[in-house]
Structure formats: C-alpha cells, structure tokens
C-alpha cells in the first residue's frame, strides 16, 4: 500500500498503518500506544508526521468530529458517514444515505461542483442507552 501511493516503506509507517487497520476510528494517543508496542522508541512527532503523510496520501482518512479530538481510520474511497455517541464518544462507520457521491443534494450549491458530503449523526450508542423498565 505504502509503495503504491510513492511512500517509502519505513517500521514507523508500516506501525502506524497497521494501528489505524486495527483500530478504526482510533485516536492519535490510542495509535501512539499501539506503535509503541512493536516500536518503543518512537517518539510522537513521528507518528504525527505518519499519519499526515497516510492521509495525504489517501491510505488513511482523518475525521474530527465537533468537540472530539482527531481519529483515523482505514476506510477511504468511499463517502461513508459516522455515528457519534454522545455519553462515550464511540464512533461507527454509517453508509451513504443515498448510496451515491455525494449523498445528499444540496438545495442551493452556491456555484459549488459537490462531490462529497460529511453527515455526523449524534445520539448514544446501544451500550449506553438506557434499559427501559419492563
């Protein structure tokens, strides 16, 4: 993956890029204790500077939702969405609500040639939702 996006394969790289594959939706303290385990000496900078090379090159995507720190994830090269909790912070990967770039039609586009929409859908996730009384 690293070749063909023109990135030289280094441990860091390959660490990094083999956290965020198992850990969707990680933050960067998360991958940072991850390439930790195999890489003990890396210093934070350097997987900062991986995982903007990553996304850069279009291995990784960056998602930052509203009041949330930045986390990572493998799933790229299609308009996804993500759901929220808003008690735990969990985040989960939701499908295209049309199922076609760019998902949502604008009403006024402003001029604007959309070719992506980001849609965060906020609620509390099945772990935390209250146990309704019987």
């Keep these: 993956m690293l070749r063909s996006a ?4 280094t441990r860091p790289r390959v660490a990094v890029l ?4 198992a ?14 385990r195999d890489l003990a000496d890396v210093s934070h900078q350097a997987v900062y500077d991986v995982l903007r090379a990553l ?22 090269g299609d308009n996804h969405h993500h759901a929220v909790c808003r008690s735990c912070g969990v985040v989960a990967d939701v499908d295209c609500a049309v199922g076609e770039t760019p998902c949502l039609i604008a009403s006024d586009d ?8 980001e849609v965060i859908y906020w609620g509390v996730c099945s772990d935390c939702a209250p146990v309704p009384n019987p």
């Design 110 to 117: 402003r001029g604007f040639l959309i070719d992506e929409a």
């Design 18 to 21: 083999s956290a965020v594959y």
């Design 23 to 36: 850990q969707p939706h990680a933050d960067t303290d998360s991958i940072i204790g991850a390439v930790r």
């Design 6 to 9: 023109a990135l030289r394969v």
């Design 55 to 76: 996304t850069v090159a279009g291995l990784v995507r960056r998602i930052q939702p509203s009041g949330s720190v930045a986390r990572y994830e493998s799933r790229v």
